[in-house]
């Protein structure tokens, strides 16, 4: 191979990389039952759900009336990068003063080993937002 072939080969590699790295994953759904409860309108808790995504570090993607999306960027360390993660939390609202709230992080196949699960940390921080 000449060098214009390698630098050409160089670059596809690079880009297919870059690509298969900035891929996040969608959070699915979590069973109904594992939601938790709070003592808060739908507007009220929605509002939570968004200032204690922002505050652990997550940019908030998509909103919608019972759906809320968070990415969290990526982080580049010596070996493993952190961040990456999404967020999905879904809001139920089980009567005028209480909502039921789904948490569940997706990780993306490329930054696994770096990413982490925001479920428990989220909702701890939701339970202090809330009161």
């Known amino acids: 191979m000449n060098t214009r072939h390698l630098i050409s080969l160089a670059i596809t590699l690079f880009l297919i990389t870059v690509t298969i790295v900035s891929c996040a ?29 922002v505050v ?24 493993v990068g952190s961040g ?4 999905g939390v879904w809001l139920e609202s089980l009567d005028e003063n209480r909502t039921k709230v789904l948490v569940k992080t997706a990780k993306s196949l490329a930054g696994i080993v770096g990413q982490k699960n ?4 989220i909702l701890n921080e939701l339970r202090k937002t809330i009161q």
């Open 25 to 53: 994953s969608t959070p699915k759904k979590p069973e109904v039952s594992s939601g938790i409860v709070f003592d808060q309108s739908l507007e009220k808790a929605r509002q939570a759900v968004i200032d204690t995504l």
């Open 56 to 79: 652990t570090g997550f940019d908030i993607k998509k909103q919608e009336d019972f759906y809320i999306e968070g990415f969290r960027p990526r982080k580049f360390g010596l070996v």
């Open 84 to 87: 990456g993660e999404t967020v």
């Open 118 to 121: 925001w479920d428990e940390n």
